[in-house]
């Protein structure tokens, strides 16, 4: 059974940085794909960023890209997400998803992950 643990989310002010990890355990995971979603209250649950573990590339949203910035630790099963430049409006409940040979197509839809973490809050406020 795979298990994703997360930590590092907290309250930061507008215009600053939060490093998110999650380790997985409970699976070899080559052919994983390992990524970030969240939910802010009464919105719906909204694509962050992925990665494929085999080969390290990446997929971010629109609204994160450039700003956001996933990786990995191979050695740890540990996938990071550096959050920099944060705004009010990445203030969300924010969930490190795992699932097993997804297709380009499917890589930012969250049904298409069998696993979820139990999220880490990340408030952006001043």
């Known amino acids: 059974q795979v298990q994703l643990v997360e930590s590092g989310g907290g309250l930061v002010q507008p215009g600053g940085s939060l490093t998110l990890s999650c380790t997985a355990s409970g699976h070899t995971f080559n052919s994983y794909a390992m990524g970030w979603f969240r939910q802010a209250p009464g919105k719906e649950r909204e694509f962050v960023a992925t990665l494929r573990w085999n080969g390290g590339h990446t997929y971010y949203a629109d609204s994160v890209k450039g700003r956001f910035t996933i990786s990995r630790n191979s050695a740890k099963d540990t996938v990071y997400l550096q959050m920099d430049s944060l705004k009010p409006e990445d203030t969300a409940v924010y969930y490190c998803?795992?699932?097993?040979?997804?297709?380009?197509?499917?890589?930012?839809?969250?049904?298409?992950?069998?696993?979820w973490g139990q999220g880490t809050q990340v408030t952006v406020s001043s």
């Open positions: 998803v795992a699932g097993m040979g997804l297709i380009l197509s499917r890589l930012r839809n969250g049904d298409a992950y069998a696993y």
